[in-house]
């Protein structure tokens, strides 16, 4: 490894060393957030290596807005159920939050900021009950909300692991919606949101595909096979026309013949949360438009 390789591997390994000490809480993020320092490295041979408050936002920012866009779009989702929302206005609300949160920037990482965070998030989600209808729901389900989108975007732009658990939006049971377990172990993988795949992973710091889906059902109280073919075959199956939120999907382009090497889970309106293979992270993607689907709850 070449000396300037070593400075900045010095650099990264003193910067997640303090983020990792200086937990952030939703109740006490006013007082306990730790201004982002900046690392100045020197060399005999006079090379200085910095990473500023500035870089590091850089660097997080991007997968803190599309977690935090994936979290509120599926809470509000939710909310509408099967009224369904308009997703013009949805994607407008949400490029709107990140523009409003882009103009925050570094500032994130101080007191004032984290503050600022919070009030724009609460701005976001009264727009978004506003156009589901509002009155869906109770304010202290907006306020955990707030609490927890919050605290999801200031780990993420920390560079550190959500550990907290997505509000589970409360609307009426119809045909097509989330059961409650179904609905809880949705929140529990979309709090899972950036995290590393690694195969053979059961969480809850990294997953393989199968190890999400088992992870959340088993945070649900339910027990699922291990592997994703054995979650096709052991599992009863369903219709791809009649698959609701919490399902199974196993990709066509990977369902070698009745024994899938991939699965996926349902969050309804045509999106799915998946953990999909190495190099990447768990994330938000489309529902495949040939599949085969299980059914656990």
């Not at 199974?248 to 996926?264: A, D, K, Q």
Request: hydrophobic fraction near 40%; glycine fraction near 10%.
């Amino acid at each position: 490894m070449s000396p300037q390789a070593q400075n900045v591997l010095r650099v990264l390994q003193l910067l997640r060393a303090v983020y990792a000490n200086g937990g952030f809480a939703p109740d006490s993020r006013s007082s306990s957030m730790p201004a982002a320092p900046t690392f100045e490295v020197g060399t005999g041979t006079g090379l200085t290596v910095a990473l500023t408050a500035s870089q590091l936002f850089q660097q997080t920012s991007a997968v803190a807005f599309q977690n935090l866009d994936n979290m509120l779009a599926y809470y509000l989702t939710g909310l509408a159920g099967n009224h369904g929302i308009d997703r013009n206005a949805l994607n407008q609300l949400l490029e709107d939050l990140n523009s409003a949160l882009s103009a925050v920037g570094p500032d994130a990482y101080t007191a004032a900021g984290a503050q600022h965070v919070q009030a724009i998030i609460t701005t976001a989600l009264q727009q978004g009950d506003a156009l589901v209808g509002g009155g869906q729901a109770t304010a202290a389900q907006t306020a955990a909300a707030i609490d927890e989108l919050t605290a999801q975007f200031l780990d993420n732009v920390y560079d550190r692991n959500y550990q907290g658990a997505l509000p589970v939006a409360a609307s009426g049971a119809a045909p097509g919606a989330a059961s409650g377990v179904a609905s809880q172990a949705i929140s529990v993988a979309m709090s899972e949101l950036g995290k590393p795949y690694v195969w053979g992973a059961t969480g809850p710091d990294s997953f393989d595909c199968s190890g999400l889906v088992q992870y959340a059902a088993r945070a649900a109280g339910v027990s699922l096979p291990r592997t994703s073919q054995e979650q096709y075959q052991q599992l009863p199956k369903v219709n791809p026309a009649d698959i609701r939120p919490g399902d199974l999907i196993f990709p066509g382009s990977e369902f070698n013949g009745g024994s899938p090497t991939h699965v996926m889970m349902y969050i309804g309106n045509g999106q799915c949360v998946e953990a999909p293979h190495t190099g990447a992270t768990v994330c938000v993607i489309a529902l495949p438009a040939s599949f085969a689907a299980s059914r656990w709850t």
